[in-house]
């Protein structure tokens, strides 16, 4: 997640989603560069009285103001961590009469052009931004009001996050001691700012000292661009990298307007050509000391794979990690740098970068690897291990696993920072690709979980490629050898398919899933459910740590009990399922057998023998011991302290049906029937789904107590289909007809059966009828919330 999605404009975070990214300078520590002659950026001081004086810094002359958090606040939920890249701003100092001010310029919007007035014409035409002005005094100007001000966007993102309104408190915030920094490339400063509010979330609560009273570090990172741009390299959106992209309106008709540049670090051969040489330069990534073994050997290894790649691709020894010195400054622009970062709850690692607006060029990579994320992994192979007979070879398989999951997510992280977008298809061609979301590889063997093929190790012929199509020398001309690196990564079963064609329930492709494994997502589902079984039914105390309270059983629980939560989203990707790639050449619906199976597999994971605890398990899930304190870890209920078991298959049922009856998915699978009659329909699985579950037979005790909740879940997400917008009016006409017809077989039903099921039976029939007309009205006024799975 690993990474910040980033949208068209550079500068703008949009959320969780997609991508754009940044680089670093020079890879060298500030106080251990050498000499050189060359003045710093900026000639700043910090006087007596804290305020930061500034002699005239060089005019019109564009460059990057980078905002990022030496110190973070240790909240997931929030999003503001321990050494976050926050704005990137392409900016230039004006001075007009006795006045200096800062503007923003737009970098949306372009005419690259030899034609001055018409580079103007394109200036003139979007709007620019004026960051602060100031006086001249002297030929200095006092810059305090430009750094003691939230260009970090904290207070927007407390309120985003729902954490309370805050407002940045001037008395309370200064320019630190021994703060500002210049170098020849870049000038650096750091401020404390306090930003105070009155009602305070749950979330500052948890994490600040004082959470009306929130002091953040905040760096001002003013980087000069390169002297000479590098090259570009145009996007190939079967490349897998991220596009880099702009609009230029000096373009002729018979070219597009939006410019995609690949985003890369500059890497340049002593010997230039396709031969291998050594480089000018390497790229040279640090890994934070504050990291502990065995964690900082398992980051070195996994970040140091992507040495194989450049070497690969014609550059000899072109791509180094080491670890960061002692004496250097984590938050220095002029590192490429893996951070580890502390939280409270775990959360997401990602690859960020800095970039140079007119190439493309990477300036700073910038990891951070959430420290939690391991722990969970450990805890998950643990409860998988719960029935090895050898403990301490139990906790051993669980440790090392855990690790190489680090390595791979290195790995990938790192792979962000050097351009490089998810291939969420990278494990259906049966490549294991590291830009991909894995999941364990667990297999069964002498009656145990077997662990030690859980990840692989060192990357695969999909990560070589990219490197090779972003970084090797071309033979020919660029569009030509683009295309052939295109044709033989095809020849080799290479396919790409990236986020927005993966994430989110609604996508489509067949092969774009995340933390799935397998060429076929429903064998891989029942694969795994034979596996979730045996994972059950040995789930025991003994997986818990020394020390910990038997209650720590319930975190061992979730994971195991929804360990087909991926794998069932990636089978019902197949309903409505088409398949396409980038070049734009066709896509074909999937076969209807093919469509038919998952239907069929997905139905089984809602029948109680799948939703239901073996007896062993029951009692083995205690309330929580006194000093404990529930975490969104586990599961909820509502029945107080004690774990419910009917909640349990309500979360259990909910995670199959949610991908399951998908609005777009059900317009899919409509719209395919139209086109080949032979393929399933909408009104196929409204009435599959009520056959097997609304009207099946009763069964006794606790199966048939889940069989009620499961109906319930099923009734809400119909009557949340039927009045979603974006499901076609033909779509709802059926899901109307579907429902109206369960609700006169479910009032026939309520007739026959006995007291206790007879009720359900009527009160389902009744919500029916009210909540096709009341889009309040549920079933199950709360649902209980589904506890987190990514990141894993």
Do not use: C
């Amino acid at each position: 997640m690993d990474w910040n999605l980033r949208g068209r404009h550079w500068l703008s975070v949009i959320g969780l989603g997609l991508l754009l990214l940044s680089g670093s300078l020079s890879a060298t520590d500030s106080d251990t560069l050498p000499a050189t002659e060359a003045p710093p950026l900026f000639d700043w001081q910090q006087q007596s009285d804290g305020r930061l004086q500034l002699a005239i810094p060089p005019l019109a002359s564009p460059m990057l103001l980078v905002t990022s958090l030496p110190y973070g606040v240790g909240s997931n939920e929030i999003g503001l961590d321990r050494g976050q890249l926050g704005s990137r701003r392409l900016v230039q100092f004006e001075r007009h009469g006795e006045q200096l001010l800062l503007r923003q310029l737009n970098t949306q919007y372009r005419g690259q052009s030899d034609h001055a007035a018409e580079v103007d014409a394109v200036t003139r035409a979007f709007a620019q931004s004026v960051l602060w002005i100031g006086p001249i005094q002297d030929e200095r100007v006092d810059l305090t009001s430009l750094v003691l001000a939230d260009w970090h966007g904290i207070g927007a993102r407390l309120k985003q996050r729902g954490q309370g309104t805050y407002t940045l408190s001037g008395p309370q915030s200064l320019l630190l001691t021994d703060a500002v920094r210049a170098f020849p490339n870049n000038a650096d400063v750091d401020v404390q700012l306090t930003f105070v509010g009155a009602e305070p979330g749950a979330q500052l609560h948890r994490v600040a000292a004082d959470p009306h009273n929130l002091s953040v570090r905040v760096r001002y990172s003013f980087i000069a661009l390169p002297e000479q741009p590098m090259a570009p390299r145009r996007f190939h959106p079967q490349s897998g990298f991220f596009p880099y992209q702009f609009v230029d309106y000096s373009k002729p008709l018979s070219q597009p307007m939006q410019v995609q540049y690949l985003p890369r670090h500059r890497l340049e051969k002593v010997t230039p050509g396709a031969a291998r040489s050594a480089v000018v330069e390497p790229i040279v990534y640090y890994l934070d000391p504050g990291t502990p073994e065995p964690v900082r050997s398992a980051l070195l290894d996994g970040a140091r794979w992507w040495t194989e790649a450049f070497e690969a691709a014609g550059f000899i020894d072109a791509f180094r990690v080491e670890l960061l010195p002692e004496d250097a400054d984590p938050q220095d622009m002029r590192y490429n740098l893996i951070q580890w970062v502390h939280r409270a709850t775990r959360g997401w690692s990602y690859g960020d970068s800095v970039i140079d607006p007119r190439s493309g060029e990477i300036l700073k990579g910038h990891v951070t690897l959430g420290s939690l994320r391991v722990r969970q992994d450990h805890k998950i192979f643990r409860a998988l291990t719960a029935g090895w007979q050898d403990r301490d070879a139990a906790l051993a398989a669980a440790e090392q696993a855990a690790l190489a999951r680090l390595r791979q997510l290195s790995a990938h992280e790192v792979g962000h920072t050097l351009g490089l977008a998810h291939n969420f298809a990278a494990s259906a061609s049966g490549d294991k690709s590291v830009m991909d979301y894995p999941h364990p590889d667990l297999r069964l063997t002498q009656d145990q979980v077997d662990l030690r093929q859980a990840y692989q190790t060192g990357l695969s012929p999909w990560d070589r490629f990219a490197v090779a199509f972003g970084y090797g020398d071309y033979p020919g001309p660029e569009a030509s050898s683009q295309q052939a690196l295109i044709a033989q990564a095809k020849q080799q079963g290479l396919s790409f398919i990236s986020d927005p064609d993966a994430r989110g329930v609604a996508s489509a492709h067949p092969d774009a899933h995340l933390w799935d494994n397998g060429t076929d997502p429903v064998a891989q589902l029942q694969s795994l459910m034979a596996l979730r079984r045996h994972a059950l039914a040995t789930l025991s105390t003994e997986a818990l740590l020394p020390g910990e309270a038997n209650s720590a059983f319930a975190e061992l629980l979730v994971p195991v009990y929804l360990l087909h939560r991926y794998q069932a989203e990636a089978t019902s990707k197949l309903l409505g399922g088409v398949e396409y790639d980038y070049s734009g050449t066709g896509r074909s619906w999937l076969a209807p057998e093919w469509q038919r199976a998952a239907m069929s597999a997905l139905l089984t994971l809602l029948e109680p023998e799948a939703l239901a605890l073996p007896e062993r398990v029951r009692q083995q899930w205690v309330p929580l011991s006194y000093g404990s304190r529930p975490t969104r870890e586990q599961f909820q209920g509502r029945q107080g302290v004690v774990p419910d078991l009917l909640g349990l298959a309500e979360i259990g049922s909910r995670v199959v049906l949610t991908p399951l009856l998908n609005g777009a998915r059900l317009n899919r699978m409509l719209e395919q029937q139209w086109l080949e009659p032979e393929l399933p329909g909408p009104s196929e699985l409204l009435a599959e789904l009520s056959q097997r579950l609304l009207l099946a037979s009763v069964e006794d005790g606790l199966d048939g107590a889940i069989q009620s909740r499961v109906r319930s879940v099923l009734i809400d997400a119909q009557l949340a289909l039927y009045h979603d917008a974006g499901v076609a009016p033909e779509v709802r006409s059926l899901i109307l007809a579907q429902l109206r017809s369960d609700a006169e077989q479910l009032d026939r039903r309520a007739r026959r059966a006995e007291s206790r099921i007879g009720a359900h039976y009527k009160m389902l029939a009744q919500v029916i009828r009210d909540g096709l007309d009341d889009p309040s009205v549920r079933m199950i006024a709360e649902p209980l919330p589904v506890p987190p799975g990514s990141p894993i």
